[in-house]
């Protein structure tokens, strides 16, 4: 970018060079320049233009001669190696209004109109070529839409009035025609010629747009007329006259070179603050996950319950789906013979198919470790971008929000156990595009778009997806109250962007969704009870928190990994403060809305009264029985209030740190800003996750000895069956890279003739009995029911062997299995093994 440095009396600044051109050099005048207010500067980068630029100078001066305003010329000399600057300089003698820059060394026509608009002062600018292609005189057309309210106008020879006197060659006009439908489908929609070297501008909006840009050649037009399209500044295509001139400067090579513009400029910008924002988000992932990647393998999150070794069995299984180029909505390998239908499970077939290269190389131990680390980082970094991009101007505001929304005490209960609630990236996609459909600039790419964001989303988790539905449309209840025109304006394009999207993610996920409903194994609605929030929960602090207490903690939640609330009452506070200050912006009206309303409905059906033991209904009635919402954890819509708080924190802090103090209780009110939110949010700081270390498995499946007993198509049973509570089992399967199938196991599966949906297997006599000896210790009775029961269980599982390895009330279950298969059975290593082939 230029810089600066003193040039006249005016207090405005001529810009220089990059350092690796040099300085721009002002030419010596004979008179100073123009000092009082400029109407109109011309801009006319020239390189190696002596024997054309000394008429188009002439013609310049002669036309604004004739206008009732105040003008300049500034010709930006790139480099040349003939006697441009003297044509210039001469013109200069004559007419002081007209100035000369020059730069050492050649940059690019783009480097040239950059300097030339930085060191303008009019309060319109014109770019025009040193050729004059376009005659001086189609100025007038130009102003004309400006005066009408454009912000900038631009020459065009492709619309109807436009009149070319001389054209080009037929190949160049060709590629100029390809270029242009090229440049308007990547940069600039709307524009049919955006390469015609005649543009008039608002001065302050194009030296803001020229400051901030980046490609010194031939496209810098295509990267100005984006800025303003990105602005949503109005931009007007004026037809005008235009003539081929000999001795242009373009040559077939820089076709070329505009297409790989064309790619820098959709590369998006990385400033040095959203490197270290995301290095910073990263950092506070690994914090996190510290303990996991310092023994990878064996470390266990102490917390996750039976669900790390759940998802790291999903990884697996996807893995193996995919590498062997079977179903990957369904498996036999778990609950055999009826298998699980993967569809209706958490998979997040969205990472777990594109990670199968990482699964299948190091492991799906891996692949969980990556997903978390990586899932929050990113999902930080997502929701940084959407607030920087639609709500705040400063960064490390925006990186507040972010981090909020990623690290906030329900998303860090659920990051340890379920990354299909904490692995949210794609929600502030989704918001984006659904905002891109209110402002209407390309409302069929964006529903498409949108339609495919919603699809993927689909394949990450779905319940999640209902829940961010819910808070959208809390949101824009709420906007619809505190702004109903707006609203109203907004609600026709934003319902038929909606419908398109619907459409196309309809046709994505059409046939897993009917599989999910439909297919073998397919259930509805799941078994939870009511699982809403207690109030307190909602004031409380969380067990990972910096300021809470895992005793309280655990009393006002369902487990570890459900702490859906506890945002402790100074943010609570902190949020009611910053919608009453900034209650004038409908959106924070809406923001407030959206949070209390969801923080109630996750109180569920029966709201308890703290200090009593009555009960008030709750609005979750409302929606307890509709379809979808029925299998909803309730007091997970309290999540919806995560990111309405995030972004009300960053507009708090945006306030705070962009006010100026200007006076001591300004300053006053800016430190007990600051103070606030230091109070809200330091004790909900995220404390490391523990992890243990995972029992190895048994050698009986680590050497592969269970390859003697299980034949193709039957199972291996662990004693006891897998279950929710009991997934040691699916270990052993990752360990034996998936070569056998199992009975029971953890997943949600129907259940009865409703088919409604429960976690684990359908309870069998066997399994039950098992299960019992497990938590009891004791062997019990076992006579010809039993055993009867026994031999229909292993039939039905189609088993081949039992296998016990070495746990605690090993000796109970070993006596009870004996007793049912009525023969001792075979010690190898430290697993009591029986084999059952003969009766399978």
């Not at 009110?669 to 606030?676: D, E, K, N, T």
Request: with cysteine; net charge positive; proline share 7%.
């Amino acid at each position: 970018m230029s810089q600066t440095q003193p040039a006249d009396a005016s207090g405005r600044t001529e810009p220089t060079a990059d350092a690796a051109a040099g300085p721009v050099v002002p030419a010596p005048r004979a008179e100073p320049p123009q000092t009082g207010p400029v109407d109109l500067t011309v801009v006319v980068p020239a390189y190696n233009e002596e024997e054309r630029l000394a008429p188009s100078l002439t013609a310049i001066r002669a036309h604004l001669a004739t206008l009732d305003e105040a003008w300049e010329v500034v010709v930006v000399d790139d480099g040349s190696t003939d006697g441009t600057a003297g044509v210039v300089e001469r013109a200069a003698a004559e007419e002081p209004r007209i100035r000369l820059l020059r730069t050492p060394a050649n940059r690019g026509k783009g480097h040239a109109v950059r300097t030339g608009v930085l060191a303008s002062h009019g309060t319109r600018v014109l770019i025009t070529d040193a050729d004059l292609a376009t005659p001086i005189e189609e100025l007038d057309r130009l102003r004309r839409r400006l005066d009408e309210g454009a912000t900038a106008a631009v020459g065009s020879r492709a619309l109807p009035g436009s009149r070319i006197s001389v054209r080009q060659h037929a190949l160049r006009e060709l590629l100029g025609r390809l270029g242009a439908r090229l440049i308007r489908a990547a940069a600039v929609p709307g524009i049919r010629d955006t390469q015609c070297g005649f543009k008039l501008f608002d001065g302050e909006k194009i030296r803001t747009a020229c400051a901030g840009s980046r490609l010194d050649g031939w496209s810098y037009d295509v990267e100005i007329l984006r800025f303003f399209h990105q602005a949503d500044w109005e931009v007007a295509e004026v037809p005008v006259r235009w003539a081929h001139q000999p001795g242009s400067k373009v040559r077939p090579t820089a076709y070329a070179t505009v297409l790989a513009d064309l790619i820098r400029l959709r590369r998006p910008v990385v400033r040095p603050v959203d490197l270290t924002v995301a290095g910073l988000f990263l950092l506070l992932s690994f914090f996190l996950y510290g303990g996991l990647w310092s023994d990878l393998g064996r470390g266990y999150l102490a917390d996750s319950g039976s669900d790390q070794q759940q998802w790291e069995w999903f990884f697996a299984v996807t893995a193996d789906n995919v590498s062997h180029l079977h179903n990957p909505l369904f498996t036999g390998l778990q609950n055999a013979p009826l298998g699980v239908n993967l569809m209706a499970n958490t998979v997040m077939l969205g990472l777990s198919v594109p990670l199968t290269p990482l699964t299948l190389a190091f492991g799906p131990h891996v692949t969980w470790a990556v997903v978390l680390t990586g899932g929050l980082a990113v999902t930080a970094l997502a929701w940084y971008w959407l607030i920087a991009r639609r709500f705040v101007r400063s960064r490390w505001a925006a990186a507040l929000g972010g981090g909020f929304c990623a690290f906030a005490p329900p998303m860090v209960s659920h990051g340890v156990a379920h990354p299909n609630f904490a692995v949210l990236f794609v929600m502030p996609l989704i918001i984006d595009r659904m905002l891109r459909l209110c402002e209407g600039r390309r409302p069929r790419r964006d529903a498409v778009v949108l339609g495919l964001l919603l699809a993927y989303q689909i394949y990450l988790g779905e319940e999640v997806l209902l829940l961010a539905v819910t808070g959208l449309a809390l949101f824009a209840l709420g906007y619809a109250l505190a702004s109903p025109d707006v609203a109203r304006a907004l609600a026709g394009r934003l319902a038929r962007g909606l419908a398109v999207a619907g459409l196309v993610a309809a046709v994505l996920v059409v046939g897993p969704v009917a599989w999910q409903f439909y297919g073998p194994q397919s259930y509805h609605s799941v078994l939870h009870g009511q699982v809403g929030n207690h109030p307190m929960a909602l004031l409380e602090f969380a067990t990972r928190s910096l300021g809470g207490d895992e005793k309280i903690a655990a009393s006002l939640s369902l487990n570890r990994t459900e702490e859906n609330a506890f945002f402790g009452w100074p943010l609570l506070v902190l949020a009611v403060a910053v919608v009453v200050r900034l209650r004038d912006q409908p959106r924070v009206r809406a923001l407030g809305f959206t949070a209390l309303a969801a923080a109630v409905l996750s109180l569920g059906q029966n709201i308890p009264l703290p200090g009593t033991d009555r009960t008030l209904p709750g609005p979750w009635r409302l929606v307890a029985r509709l379809p979808f919402f029925e299998s909803v954890i309730e007091s997970r819509t309290a999540m919806v209030c995560v990111p309405a708080l995030g972004i009300l924190i960053a507009l708090a802090c945006d306030r705070l740190a962009l006010a100026r103090a200007r006076s001591e209780r300004e300053s006053s009110r800016r430190l007990l800003g600051w103070a606030g939110l230091a109070v809200a949010l330091v004790p909900l700081l995220p404390t490391p996750y523990r992890t243990v270390e995972r029992a190895p498995a048994p050698a009986f499946i680590a050497d592969g000895t269970w390859r003697q007993y299980v034949r193709p198509g039957h199972t291996l049973v662990p004693v006891p069956v897998p279950s929710p509570a009991d997934v040691t089992a699916l270990g052993w399967q990752i360990e034996a890279g998936m070569g056998f199938a199992l009975p029971g196991g953890y997943f949600n599966g129907p259940w009865g003739p409703e088919r409604i949906g429960i976690y684990g297997p359908e309870p069998r006599a066997t399994s039950d009995l098992l299960n019992k000896v497990r938590e009891s210790g004791q062997t019990p009775p076992v006579g010809d029911a039993e055993r009867r029961a026994f031999r229909d269980d292993l039939a039905f599982w189609r088993a081949d062997v039992l296998v016990l390895p070495r746990q605690d009330k090993g000796t109970a279950l070993r006596e009870t299995v004996t007793r049912l298969a009525g023969a001792a059975p075979a010690r190898i290593g430290d697993t009591w093994v029986w084999d059952v082939r003969d009766r399978g």
